[in-house]
């Protein structure tokens, strides 16, 4: 019953470390807030040939929706949309709809600024319009270029554009809501604890048996190398329906957990 | 004439944002500063399957490395070894040397802490020993788990523990040295302008031009908003053989592209 989702992210500036990914983090921690699944998150260069390719495996791992990042502006280098076109076998096409949404915000980009407000609709502008047929403008409430919706058969596809404001501008407008609704009453929910004076090797013994108690909590062991001094974060997580209390059952295994490690020599805190 | 190299970031954590990807940025400015092609980074999630399915995945692009970060420890979830194991259709078995690192390393610790060296050999670290057949382990300077090296037949495959420090002690101390001499005398080279009053519509025909000129300089536009003012950070990379004077090129390119900004209005600085 999880909703899965996958991010492409597709830029060069992630590859040679120019710009950190910080969209990535921003996009599985609010899908993850929602109770969606983020199932992978695959970094690409920009090329038409590595998009379309990595669109199509994409596809073929059957997420009910991917969301795309970057590639969607007015420069040689955006070329998601003529990647995702490819991937699918379909046409660019000069959208409408999206030719508007281009105008009207370049529009009142310029009366922010006090210049008059012609808008000649030069290749680059009509670039960020043409979009593969049978695709969606999505309205960007903060940049020129739309973000793009694409209804396949078993997977909704977005592309958002790479500069963040205008990224999560539309995902919370957009997407947000749609995810919601795919997930219905399920539920994120995690809980940390935290550990000093025991081996990951001795915890480990003690997280199976209470993972096995506790059906369905999920608890991983994150070892923390911070000034010459080890710890560890015990990260318990639970995606259920409401009904199913995923909270309480969280708190129960931790609880039970705290126990184990106690009696085994180790000191644990909240 | 490119080194390609892959990166697989193993860990749910990854995948519900608690932790932000930061070995991943490590590896990409590391291994661009060498002179290495990033070509993908992938994010997946601690199941054998989906680890062994993108190994094959990550393989079938021919990638001359591979790096892995993560799943390497004693606990139930690091399943890396497993999935690799899985991926490449080979078996796991306890690696002798590999063993003994994991005894030394514990020693070690228990030193510096001034406890007794008894190192009882419990499955969770001989777990951290057990190795796809055929592999090597690789000296981990900073905690237990070694990393591992796999040799395959166009592809050399790491895997890096998930801990910061760590993987990036096994990486300066292993890995770099090997990426450096297969990419010989290859750099790569970088410079940034930064341009103020001109739309990113209006940049992109000026910088097809310079591109056309200066075949092998790549120019990209990253289009910043802050605080409400915007302006665009001009980035021209090149990666060639020393010989070829990539930072001369970039230098030429990035002149003539500042002359077309300012006869067309723009205002430019580095």
């Known amino acids: 019953v999880s909703v899965d989702i996958e991010?492409?992210?597709?830029?060069?500036?992630?590859?040679?470390?120019?710009?950190?990914?910080?969209?990535?983090?921003?996009?599985?921690?609010?899908?993850?807030?929602?109770?969606?699944?983020?199932?992978?998150?695959?970094?690409?260069?920009?090329?038409?040939?590595?998009?379309?390719?990595?669109?199509?495996?994409?596809?073929?791992?059957?997420?009910?929706?991917?969301?795309?990042?970057?590639?969607?502006?007015?420069?040689?280098?955006?070329?998601?949309?003529?990647?995702?076109?490819a991937g699918l076998g379909r046409k660019l096409e000069v959208n409408e709809v999206a030719l508007q949404m281009v105008k009207e915000k370049t529009m009142e980009y310029l009366k922010t600024r006090g210049l008059p407000p012609e808008v000649e609709l030069t290749p680059p502008r009509v670039k960020m319009a043409t979009l593969p047929k049978g695709s969606v403008p999505v309205t960007n409430p903060v940049g020129s270029a739309p973000g793009v919706r694409v209804d396949l058969p078993k997977t909704v596809l977005f592309a958002l554009p790479g500069v963040p404001l205008e990224m999560e501008?539309?995902?919370?407008?957009?997407?947000a809501p749609l995810l919601q609704a795919a997930v219905g009453d399920t539920v994120f929910c995690q809980k940390s604890l935290y550990?000093?004076?025991?081996?990951?090797?001795?915890?480990?013994?003690?997280?199976?048996?209470?993972?096995?108690?506790?059906?369905?909590?999920?608890?991983?062991?994150?070892?923390?190398?911070?000034?010459?001094?080890?710890?560890t974060e015990i990260h318990l997580t639970m995606r259920a329906k409401a009904i199913e209390k995923p909270a309480q059952k969280i708190q129960k295994a931790a609880e039970q957990l705290a126990i184990l490690i106690k009696q085994n020599g180790g000191v644990v805190s909240e």
Chains 1, 2 share one sequence.
């Open 7 to 85: 991010i492409v992210c597709v830029g060069n500036e992630l590859l040679i470390g120019k710009v950190e990914n910080t969209n990535a983090y921003w996009l599985v921690k609010h899908a993850t807030a929602l109770g969606v699944n983020v199932k992978r998150i695959t970094v690409i260069e920009d090329t038409v040939k590595v998009i379309g390719d990595t669109i199509c495996e994409v596809l073929s791992h059957k997420p009910q929706f991917i969301i795309t990042t970057g590639g969607l502006g007015p420069t040689f280098d955006d070329k998601t949309l003529q990647g995702i076109a």
């Open 169 to 175: 501008a539309i995902f919370t407008l957009s997407i």
């Open 195 to 231: 550990l000093n004076g025991m081996f990951e090797s001795k915890l480990a013994p003690l997280i199976d048996v209470v993972m096995v108690a506790n059906q369905g909590v999920y608890i991983k062991s994150h070892p923390i190398l911070a000034e010459n001094k080890s710890h």
